[in-house]
């Protein structure tokens, strides 16, 4: 059985795991478990056979831009669309919220772009710049690319 849902406190420990993985390959940003405890309501999970094996997370920038971010899936289940599923799952729900704009910074943009994301200068998101990048440590020689998904509103 296969299902998307979000995230329980007994997943902290897999949703850091999955982020860490990928964080030692340097192909995501690490995140500290207190972080993840933190933020877990941010959190969906991809279940397959009972075993989370894909994480996502929609975090609420500012009050019409929300970040799609910590986006990991075990590498056995890769290949599958667990990536991509869990990233339209974000996109529903910020949709639910009435956000306007969604924005990732990844190394991977080709994959949002297929969601229908666009490439925007990170210029374009000062908020997460300021908040968020000034603490990490590769800031400012990141090489993450932006990419912002906008919606459009119903006059």
């Known amino acids: 059985m296969q299902r998307i849902r979000k995230a329980k406190m007994s997943d902290a420990r897999v949703i850091h795991s999955l982020i860490d993985y990928y964080a030692k390959k340097r192909e995501m940003l ?8 933190e933020y877990l309501r941010d959190f969906w999970v991809y279940e397959a056979d009972g075993k989370v094996v894909g994480v996502c997370a929609l975090h609420f920038a500012w009050e019409n831009l929300a970040e799609i971010r910590s986006l990991a899936v075990d590498p056995d289940y890769r290949q599958k669309r667990i990536g991509s599923d869990l990233a339209k ?23 949002f772009i297929k ?3 666009t490439q925007v200068d990170k210029k374009e998101l000062p908020h997460k710049v300021w908040g968020d990048c000034l603490k990490c440590p590769l800031f400012p020689d990141c090489n993450e690319e ?10």
Do not use: N, W
């Open 146 to 155: 932006a990419v912002m998904l906008k919606f459009r509103r119903e006059l």
């Open 30 to 37: 690490p995140r500290p478990l207190q972080e993840i405890y």
């Open 89 to 111: 799952k974000c996109i529903e729900e910020a949709k639910e919220f009435e956000i306007e704009k969604i924005f990732a910074l990844t190394y991977h943009s080709d994959f």
């Open 115 to 117: 969601l229908g994301f």
